[in-house]
């Protein structure tokens, strides 16, 4: 049986900036366990995992950079779900995109022949950084000849399916507000905390200058030039998988969960098939990116296409679409 709303909850607040009030949170989280005799999360024995993927003012917060249409409304239900399936729900894992000023996706990373940045939405090809058509400002020590590395990096991301280059608007910078939890979810995440007496886990991703970082588990590309410029995360995925079920939600539904629930679907295949059995997508907790003002458009870039049909490939590989309107199980 659902729980409650709580009285901390505003349905209002979701799309707000605000300082969050831990104390008052905490102490109406001590009284709803109580109240509801909410168990330890410690004592699960059905354990259930959330992993929330970049639920960032950035994306999430109408005004912001990066915003995706339908965060907020994504965000209502989610936030809700998670406070009605409280007492089912064990541990609750959060990214969180991170970034700084200049990395290979940001305008300030390029600059044309004439020293112009390139405007966001800017697509880079391997083709057009041989001609000099985009010229690197970055200097990473690692790589004598950026130039030659980010030709490698675009040829890279254009031979493996994966979206080209692209420059996005400044979002998520490391200190700044944008790179916050949305303040509402991240009263949610304290509520939980309190009364099932478990801190939730943060997982900063997207901090390597030199690659983009969609997914939470491991940067686009892995190694350039000979050097390693990201990992695989085997720790979350072991912490999460550990779990008996780990329900995904979180923006944008067509880039960082996409790309996240792919590097799930990958490991699985390598380690066992049987454990995409655990995985279940929130869907109408996401929202695509809107696609770039282009006529006529690129299929790849058809963001909500793209999105709606790779959760169709997640659900036949054995992947469970669900909505948070659905019961969770005890």
Known sequence: MALPLPSVYRRESVGQLYLEDAARIAEEADRYR???????AREDRHRIAVLAIDCQVTFCMPGASLFVPGAVEDGERAIEWMYRNLDRLTSLFFTLDTHSMFQIFHPAAWVDPEGRHPAP???ITAAEVRRGR??????PESFPDFTAACVEYCDALEAGGRYVLTIWPYHALLGGISHSLVPALHEAALFHAA?????AVFELKGRSPVTESY?????????????DVGVFNARLFDTLLAHDRVYVFG???SHCVLFTLRDILRECHRRDAALLDRIWILEDAMSPVAPPPLDPLPEALDFPRVAD???????????HLTRTADPVPA
């Open 309 to 319: 049909r790779a959760m169709a490939e997640m659900a036949a590989a054995g992947m």
């Open 134 to 139: 985009w010229i690197p400002l970055l200097r």
């Open 215 to 227: 997914s939470a588990l491991a940067p686009e590309v892995r190694r350039l030039q000979g050097v």
């Open 121 to 123: 939405f800017t697509v």
């Open 251 to 253: 923006q944008a539904k």
């Open 195 to 199: 009364a099932r007496r478990t801190d």
């Open 34 to 40: 109580r109240a509801h005799g909410i168990r330890e």
